[in-house]
């Protein structure tokens, strides 16, 4: 089992930015970024595997990117141009899976998660 410690969560305006950081105990294949709103439920944001290869939700995909410092197994989500629909908790998953299973649209997990990190974005 990995433990994953998430920052930089906030508050912040509408069409502001926020970049959100995990680090992993260990290294993980695939790491990604997912979100849960009240009343809503889990949604992937984005990943990226071992090979760099970055998947985005549609909602997403112009706004944020994903990267990741292998060297010191820390996963980033640079978020920008924030809107209210983007205010969720946001978790970060790491898992020994890759290829097609690294993708925020496979919505069954079998990785470790964070504890989360609040964004919230006030219009």
């Known amino acids: 089992q990995v433990q994953l410690l998430e920052s930089g969560g906030g508050s912040v305006q509408a069409g502001g930015s926020l970049r959100l950081a995990c680090t992993a105990s260990t290294y993980r294949r695939c790491m990604g970024w997912f979100r849960q709103a009240p009343g809503k439920e889990r949604e992937g944001v984005a990943t990226?595997?071992?090979?760099?290869?970055?998947r985005f939700a549609d909602s997403v995909k112009d706004r944020f990117a994903v990267s990741r410092d292998h060297a010191k197994n820390t996963l980033y989500l640079q978020m920008n141009s924030l809107t209210p629909e983007d205010t969720a908790m946001y978790y970060c998953?790491?898992?020994?899976?890759?290829?097609?299973?690294?993708?925020?649209?496979?919505?069954?997990?079998?990785?470790?998660w964070g504890q989360g990190t609040q964004v919230t974005v006030s219009s």
């Open positions: 990226i595997d071992g090979d760099e290869q970055a």
């Open positions: 998953e790491a898992d020994i899976w890759g290829g097609t299973y690294c993708s925020p649209a496979r919505a069954t997990r079998f990785g470790d």
